[in-house]
């Protein structure tokens, strides 16, 4: 039972390591595809946008890093030793 349970805490823990890449790749090509238009663009307002765009996709990274760090942070301290009392 418990080699079962180490098995799916396993498994878990490797879909959810594919979840954070695939949602922090996203992102990453959104920029790289801005950033390729910002070169191209032939206006001030399509460069504005295009900058735009590219602080939201930043936004967006810096909010998934955070969540990333906070869920390492509440693993941490779930390994923290229980003061009973």
Do not use: C, K, W
């Not at 959104?30 to 191209?40: E, I, K, P, Q, V």
């Amino acid at each position: 039972a418990m080699a079962d349970r180490i098995q799916s805490l396993v498994t878990r823990q490797r879909e959810l390591n594919n979840a954070v890449s695939h949602e922090l790749r996203t992102p990453l090509a959104r920029l790289r595809f801005a950033l390729d238009m910002l070169g191209s663009a032939s206006s001030d307002s399509d460069r504005a946008r295009h900058v735009a765009s590219m602080a939201t996709d930043i936004a967006e990274l810096e909010a998934l890093v955070a969540e990333s760090l906070e869920y390492a942070r509440l693993d941490a301290e779930a390994d923290a030793p229980l003061a009973i009392e």
